[in-house]
């Protein structure tokens, strides 16, 4: 497909929803991956869809409320394509409130003994979050079955080496040629390096998989300012839990130290020590794709024609994929949006109007 109606850069989570969204609608849909399709953030994440973490940006609420919204049609579309049921693993989290923050719900120590035994809250305030997770492993390979049950062209190791807008066109060329589209989005998460004026910088983030004790059955998320935890829960008798995460400004670099490895094991089993013992099964690091004030890009680029963006998303692609497939399709194809996307406009890190 030389002249797809759509083409988009980066088919990770975000790229990926996004292309069947625009498939959905009737689009020729074409996605362009420098290297293996969600291979990157996208199975690195933890997998929690944590619109309520006190640590997200005010203005990020009614965007992670309306995808969570979404969520439960975004699984079934994935399902009916391709036939794999993508389950969620926990159904809530215990949630360290920051100092700051005044909650009336905050569990008193006896009610933390009821829920998790094993935890050792110290001076840690805890409330408990209706929040479900979800292994994106899982959803990965879901999401890749759907889009190759569909007429979406996907071409893995095709990097975008420029971009260049026309009035009613834009050509994108990659080393095995141009393609000539109408529209074109760049979702490539931290490697958003065609707008280097929007500031996207790379977060890394360390984290790893135990192999969980039989003294500690865990069904739902433990998450504080420092760590997380996050228990998958199979129908096999394999539990393990995610441990993570740092946050690095390390380039592109995604070596895994196991000083740092060592580091949130020490901060997981001082929450509850019977992790202290539990086999270590692998660790990774992923790249988070950040702006500077930790909300996603979700537009057009004032300066190019018929050139979008949707990155930025940071610690919550995973949350986001839905709203963001949903309010991109909306703007491209000129209906109005389900919300107000000026948050999120690439032009308020240009100082163009919006």
């Given amino acids: 497909m030389q002249h797809p109606d759509i083409c988009i850069a980066g088919g990770g989570i975000i790229g990926l929803s996004l292309a069947l969204e625009l498939h959905h609608r009737g689009l020729r849909v074409t996605v362009l991956d420098r290297s293996n399709p969600l291979a990157e953030a996208s199975t690195a994440a933890a997998g929690m869809l944590s619109a309520h973490d006190p640590d997200n940006p005010a203005p990020l609420r009614s965007l992670a409320d309306f995808s969570l919204s979404l969520y439960p049609a975004f699984l079934d ?104 589209a109408a529209q074109f989005i760049d979702c490539t998460g931290a490697w958003a390096a065609t707008t280097p004026s929007l500031g996207i910088a790379p977060k890394k983030g360390q984290m790893l998989a135990v192999s969980l004790p039989p003294s500690l059955p865990l069904n739902l998320v433990v998450r504080t300012s420092e760590i997380y935890i996050v228990p998958r829960t199979p129908s096999s008798s394999e539990q393990r839990a995610i441990i993570g995460a740092t946050i690095e400004d390390a380039g592109f670099d995604k070596t895994v130290h196991p000083s740092d490895i060592a580091h949130l094991c020490s901060l997981a089993a001082a929450l509850l020590p019977p992790l202290a013992d539990a086999p270590q099964l692998e660790a990774w690091a992923g790249l988070r794709p950040a702006t500077p004030d930790g909300l996603p890009f979700l537009g057009a680029l004032p300066t190019q024609p018929n050139h979008h963006i949707a990155t930025g998303h940071y610690r919550n692609g ?23 996307l000026s948050p999120f406009s690439p032009a308020r890190f240009l100082s163009l109007p919006r």
């Fill in 77 to 180: 579309r994935l399902h009916a394509l391709s036939n794999i049921r993508v389950p969620f693993h926990t159904h809530s989290t215990l949630q360290e409130l920051p100092p700051h923050i005044t909650e009336a719900n905050i569990l008193t120590a006896n009610e933390l003994a009821d829920l998790l035994p094993a935890l050792v809250p110290d001076d840690h305030r805890f409330v408990l979050l209706d929040e479900h997770s979800l292994d994106p492993r899982e959803l990965a390979a879901a999401l890749l079955a759907a889009v190759r049950a569909t007429a979406i062209d996907l071409r893995p190791h095709t990097p975008v080496l420029s971009v260049q807008s026309h009035s009613n066109s834009i050509a994108i060329h990659t080393p095995t040629g141009i393609l000539h």
């Fill in 318 to 340: 995973i949350l986001l994929a839905p709203a963001t497939s949903i309010l991109m399709a909306q703007t491209i194809t000129g209906e109005p949006t389900s919300l107000n």
